[in-house]
């Protein structure tokens, strides 16, 4: 394998990166594994540095922080256009760490080191969004994770405005979705798919490609990052009350049971507003921008480094 290279973010998991960055730096070369690390000082400077690395090929690109640190790498690794010539993987030490929870990648530094010389490689799909930004320009952006669009984008837009940060993980996380029920107002939008089309006030929309987010959230059970296909989870209108007594059901996977969620699994979908709406959409926790959207699924668009 050729060298790693480490796209860093000194903020994840408030500044854990950089106080975990000696000692794995240390057993990484004590394994004889050659390695670098790349800080990002900006916004989506994690995006350009994985789109430069790509272009060196190097044997495995690292993302060094949390899901919002593996969206950026991912879509410089993707914007580079070199398709599967370098793996991802990630040394988790974020917040919410769900995509790493999902493929069971080691947290523990000799583990993770161990997990590399094995080299074990996967095909991973992602989903591609074409939404509108706040300027009206159409934009692109890919996930490996879970997007989400009406409820879920309006609590990531409460929190970036606020400059609220992320501490407690998936606790705080359900703290802000009930902080911000009380000031939110049901919106009409509208879903198309292949074979359907449904329309409501859809309290939240999710679409993913693996099942997990927030923090351990389990709002899109059935998505799978090997199926070819978007798993979709909407929940039609309920009052705020049944949002509290539902909070379990957000973290077992059995929400998709309950008689006011409509889910799917789907190659492609539209995402449009209501007449008069204005309706946001995120991936990985990062405010995207606005319906309407066209999101599809690019099938075996990663390779990845995962036990």
């Known amino acids: 394998m050729g060298p790693l290279v480490f796209i860093g973010n000194p903020e994840a998991g408030k500044g854990r990166t950089l ?29 350009e540095l994985a789109c430069q690395a790509m272009k060196e090929q190097p044997g495995l690109i690292v993302g060094f922080g949390g899901d919002g640190t593996a969206h950026q790498v991912v879509n410089g690794m993707v914007d580079s256009g070199i398709q599967n010539k370098t793996a991802f993987t990630m040394f988790p030490v974020g917040t919410g760490n769900d995509w790493a929870r999902y493929w069971k990648i080691p947290f523990k530094i000799h583990e993770w080191v161990e997990m590399i010389k094995q080299g074990n490689t996967h095909e991973h799909d992602l989903g591609l969004i074409v939404y509108t930004d706040e300027q ?111 909070s379990p059901l957000f973290y077992s996977g059995k929400i998709i049971r309950h008689p006011r969620v409509l889910h799917f699994n789907t190659e492609s979908l539209i995402l449009e507003a209501g007449p008069g709406e204005i309706i946001k959409i995120e991936a990985e926790g990062e405010l995207l921008g606005n319906f309407p959207a066209r999101i599809s699924v690019i099938k075996k668009g990663l390779k990845i480094c995962a036990p």
């Open 19 to 47: 106080r975990a960055w000696p000692r794995l730096a240390e057993i990484l070369k004590s394994a004889g594994i050659p390695h670098e690390i790349r800080w990002s000082a900006r916004k989506d400077h994690a995006r």
């Open 136 to 246: 009206g320009q159409e934009k692109k952006q890919v996930f490996n994770n879970v997007a989400g669009a009406a409820y879920d984008a309006y609590v990531v837009d409460f929190i970036e405005n606020r400059k609220k940060k992320m501490s407690a993980g998936g606790i705080q996380y359900l703290w802000f979705i009930f902080r911000c029920l009380f000031s939110y107002r049901l919106q009409n939008s509208r879903i198309s798919w292949p074979g359907g089309r449904e329309a409501d006030r859809f309290y939240t929309i999710n679409i993913g490609i693996c099942p997990y987010s927030g923090g351990g959230l389990h709002l899109v059970p059935h998505a799978h990052p090997q199926s070819g296909a978007l798993a979709v989870t909407a929940v039609r209108p309920v009052s705020k009350l049944q949002v509290f007594l539902l």
